[in-house]
């Protein structure tokens, strides 16, 4: 049996008529939503890997809320940099939590357990910090989560990627103890990481250890060998992950949204 389960990161929601270069994050995080739910109103889940608001505000968790309300898919919510707990929590107090507070959680989906991980790294916050962490609590909890699965194939989920990808700008805001969380995922087999933060659809590995990067359903980032900056983005189309889950593994899709591009049986066309 293949169970689906979707994957949206980086909606950056902020307050009703803001927007990110000249984007609406909400009717762009809508028509991925949409887009997602017709065409796979079966998933077992919906994974959102953080970044959910663009300020942590409460007035845009409220907005966030709004449109999630739509969702008939069960959502597993992480958070990321730009995220705040406590205004997150203030507003879905239902979110799985650990007894130290952080918004993170495993589920098992068939033959595969989802671990889906709090990497901010705060309180205390510090302007322009936008790297992440992952404390001790929470590789301990990361640990159990891949000890206990029983044979389960695992689907790690990290805002922050643990590793480099060659664009040196968010290089630089990777997972602060990255190394240290490739080295505890590389002791175990038969994992996948996902992760957010870099609004690109990157995939590769790192010491053995596979992983796979989604795009944004807003702003997308770019593709930067050279800069430092870690703020370059583009208004490429949304997207949105998804992962087919069965006995002998994972397959993942990206799926680009709003590109107007049509889809032709091209056999039928060429007659
Ligand atoms: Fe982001």
Redesign the pocket.
């Given at each position: 049996m293949v169970h689906k389960i979707l994957f949206v990161?980086?909606p950056?929601i902020c307050a009703p008529g803001q927007r990110i270069i000249g984007l609406d994050p909400s009717l762009r995080l809508a028509a991925v939503l949409d887009a997602a739910i017709l065409a796979h109103p079966d998933a077992a889940a919906l994974v959102l890997l953080?970044?959910l608001t663009h300020h942590g505000l409460a007035a845009e968790y409220e907005e966030l809320d709004r449109i999630l309300g739509a969702v008939s898919v069960p959502i597993i919510p992480m958070i990321?940099?730009?995220d705040r707990r406590d205004a997150f929590l203030a507003r879905f107090p239902d979110a799985p939590q650990t007894p130290q507070g952080h918004i993170q959680t495993w589920r098992d989906i068939g033959d595969h357990r989802i671990i889906t991980m709090d990497s901010l790294d705060g309180p205390p916050y510090h302007h322009g910090q936008h790297a992440g962490l992952l404390c001790p609590d929470r590789l301990a909890f990361l640990e159990d989560a891949l000890a206990t699965r029983a044979g389960r194939h695992a689907i790690v989920c990290i805002h922050h990627p643990p590793f480099d990808t060659g664009v040196i700008g968010m290089d630089r805001i990777k997972l602060r103890n990255g190394s240290d969380v490739i080295d505890l995922l590389a002791r175990h087999a038969n994992l996948h990481l996902v992760c957010?933060?870099l609004?690109q659809t990157v995939s590769g590995n790192t010491r053995g250890v596979p992983w796979t990067v989604f795009k944004?359903p807003c702003h997308q980032g770019v593709v930067e060998l050279v800069k430092q900056s870690s703020s370059l983005s583009t208004d490429e189309p949304g997207a949105y992950g998804l992962g087919l889950l069965s006995a002998n593994g994972l397959i993942i899709h990206s799926i680009d949204v709003g590109t107007g591009a049509r889809v032709v049986d091209g056999y039928a066309a060429a007659t």
């Open positions: 990161t980086d950056h953080g970044d990321g940099n730009h957010g933060h609004h944004s």
